[in-house]
């Protein structure tokens, strides 16, 4: 019997009613794709199309191989179930990954198809993981966790959650598993596997590589790679929900410039609009919007808008809307997808329609006042019970393609603004997917809590994020939800994150600060509310030099920052770094969740305990570290217990690099 046979994509496998083709896809890396009774094809998925590269293909009988570059995958077909048994081996012959093996009388296989509906199937895929092995990436998950190993994930978005379903493995490669349908994942120390709920075909990608960084750099190859930061993006965003008129705005930034406080962006949140789906300011509290853009821009400061994926009933565009296709669409019953300020849906940014549709009232309503730069909300989207079989859209059930959803948002955006010539595009977004990254998307963490805990999480959230492909990321600086300005033990978190914010991708000071101020339209409504003060000087005299400080710190950095978003742009490296991926050969940087790296040579150690006034710092092996505020210089390869008060935290610069921030921190 033949079992296998070369195509112009690869190796072909046929058995058992299953095809399965193993393509070269990029450098040191494959593509794998399995379906049951048909034809191997597209799905939506995250890969972008590869150059052909050469290949070298063995069949034998039974066995095959395929190897390209650094990456060999071996298969055996089985005669006892007409199956496959595939490894992955580096070229050294290391085995990286292999599926389970078909176990006799249990009968089990390691793609499972189960049948569904016509030519769809709950799939599973699953895997051996090598002994030691530690995994990072897949997104982010709101948990202070570092080595993925041991974890279960699931994949789909929620706020606060963002998946992206590629992971760095520290023996040596990297897997996406290039399916946008909702499921699970589970590393489990004695078996991986991957779940899709409802799916045409198995497809997953793996690369082979020396070091994180040229795991790192393939993958972004492979799945593209994010734009310049343009310069606003390099400095201090303000924020606060929300700045609920034009005199607020104004006022705002003009303080920032009486007080001499750089500022780069100031950011206009939610429900300056009159319903959801309008698209466009209220007049009633936005007079005149393109004269405050104006004046904005003449102080140097960069407009950000907030922009929502819902539209409500009685919006002006909902009937035009439904009429023509372009909203999501619920499976059976009653038709709201979102019940907050009246009964909403969203916009289904997967219909091209859609995407031409909203751009052109966004580019009517903000982009011709000279606005630019957006905050795309609800992006994962935030359906009201996340019950994810109730719901459609064009591109598909979203059972089966609906991890998608925050990409295609963020696109609809990105081409709109390049279409109106706009080069360098970046839009605030709440959540992502692979491939997201090419489309300008600037992750933040969601709606999460003012609380230390939460604090840490960001940390290993925000590393998570740039290991999987995303290396634009930021957080509501202290939290968005919980937060009294005049409460001391809030202000002490204020201040603590507001440095480590200081050195993350992007610098954003947000938050739904207490207490409320409710807000009533002249007919007598009831809009949504105003958050207490949320500016560096509303935190109390003592820590508003800090801020300040930090600030400025930020602005030092602008060169450097720079540099990192153009590394970002032209090789995708990540802007936050974990210790590893400069120090792979340092056993000990693959176990830290709370130091990272700003870049190549800035150490950052985030004080993140209620009361600490120290902590301990590892410092890599390998490098020389100078104390960024003593010029103190320690040897590299063993711990500190380092000096934290409230107005400073620990910076070490490597090789004594970036010298000018010696005194400043």
């Excluded at 730069?373 to 059930?397: C, I, K, M, N, V």
Aim: charged content about 25%; proline content about 5%.
């Amino acid at each position: 019997m033949q079992y296998f046979e070369k195509s112009e994509q690869g190796l072909v496998f046929r058995g058992g009613g299953e095809t399965l083709l193993i393509s070269p896809w990029g450098e040191n890396s494959l593509r794998v794709r399995s379906r049951i009774l048909g034809e191997i094809g597209e799905i939506e998925g995250a890969l972008l199309a590869a150059e052909r590269s050469e290949c070298e293909i063995v069949i034998d009988d039974r066995h095959a191989s395929i190897r390209n570059g650094k990456i060999c995958a071996e298969l055996t077909a089985k005669k006892w179930d007409f199956g496959v048994h595939i490894v992955f081996k580096n070229s050294d012959g290391k085995t990286l990954l292999q599926e389970i093996t078909s176990c006799g009388a249990q009968h089990r296989r390691a793609r499972q198809f189960k049948p569904l509906h016509g030519d769809t199937f709950r799939l599973k895929a699953s895997f051996v993981p090598e002994a030691g092995e530690k995994l990072y990436g897949m997104g982010q998950y709101q948990q202070e966790i570092m080595d993925l190993k041991g974890c279960s994930l699931e994949l789909a978005q929620r706020n606060s959650q963002a998946c992206v379903p590629f992971y760095v493995s520290s023996i040596g490669y990297g897997f996406l598993w290039n399916n946008p349908a909702v499921g699970e994942v589970h590393f489990g120390k004695n078996e991986t596997w991957w779940v899709a709920e409802v799916t045409k075909q198995l497809d997953y990608w793996i690369t082979a590589g020396d070091t994180p960084a040229e795991i790192e750099r393939a993958y972004a190859t492979a799945t593209g790679k994010t734009p310049m930061m343009p310069e606003y993006g390099l400095g201090f965003w303000q924020c606060k929900l929300r700045y609920y008129n034009q005199e607020q705005v104004l006022s705002i930034a003009r303080e920032y410039k009486k007080r001499n406080i750089p500022l780069d962006v100031l950011v206009i949140d939610f429900y300056h609009w009159f319903r959801c789906g309008d698209w466009k300011f209220d007049e009633e509290f936005f007079p005149n919007p393109k004269e405050m853009v104006q004046e904005l821009h003449d102080m140097g400061i960069e407009t950000m808008v907030s922009f929502w994926p819902l539209v409500d009933e009685r919006s002006e565009n909902y009937r035009e809307m439904k009429q023509l296709g372009l909203l999501v669409k619920n499976n059976g019953g009653i038709d709201v997808q979102k019940s907050f300020h009246g009964n909403n849906v969203f916009m289904d940014p997967t219909n091209p329609r859609t995407r031409q549709y909203v751009w052109d009232k966004v580019k009517q309503n903000y982009a011709e006042l000279g606005i630019r730069t957006f905050w795309l909300d609800e992006a994962e989207p935030s359906f009201e019970t996340y019950d994810f079989e109730q719901y459609r859209y064009h591109a598909g059930a979203v059972a089966e393609i609906g991890n998608i959803y925050p990409r295609e948002y963020a696109r609809l955006f990105y081409e709109g603004l390049r279409e109106s010539g706009q080069q360098d595009v970046v839009s605030l977004i709440r959540c992502a997917f692979a491939g997201s990254q090419r489309y300008g998307a600037l992750v933040w963490s969601g709606d999460i809590h003012s609380t230390f805990e939460d604090f840490r999480r960001q940390i290993c959230a925000g590393l998570h994020m740039g290991l999987a492909g995303i290396p634009w990321w930021t957080t509501d600086i202290g939290g968005f939800a919980g937060g009294y300005p005049d409460d001391p033990s809030f202000r002490e978190l204020l201040v603590r994150w507001f440095q480590f914010g200081t050195f993350c991708p992007v610098m954003r000071l947000h938050g739904e600060r207490r207490p409320f101020m409710p807000i009533v339209n002249k007919a007598g409504e009831s809009r949504q509310h105003t958050g207490a003060d949320n500016e560096v000087w509303s935190f109390g005299e003592d820590n508003y030099p800090i801020l300040v400080k930090f600030i400025k710190i930020r602005e030092l950095m602008r060169d450097y920052t720079r540099s990192l978003m153009a590394a970002a742009h032209e090789m995708g490296d990540p802007v936050i770094r974990t210790l590893f991926y400069e120090f792979p050969k340092d056993r000990d940087c693959w176990d830290i969740p709370d130091q990272f790296m700003f870049g190549p040579d800035i150490l950052v150690a985030p004080v993140c305990h209620e009361g600490a006034r120290s902590r301990t710092v590892y410092l890599p092996h390998g490098a020389d570290w100078t104390h960024a505020g003593t010029g103190k210089v320690l040897a590299g390869g063993s711990s500190y217990e380092i000096d934290a008060p409230m107005d400073t935290m620990p910076i070490f610069l490597r090789d004594g690099k970036q010298d000018y921030l010696i005194g400043k921190v």
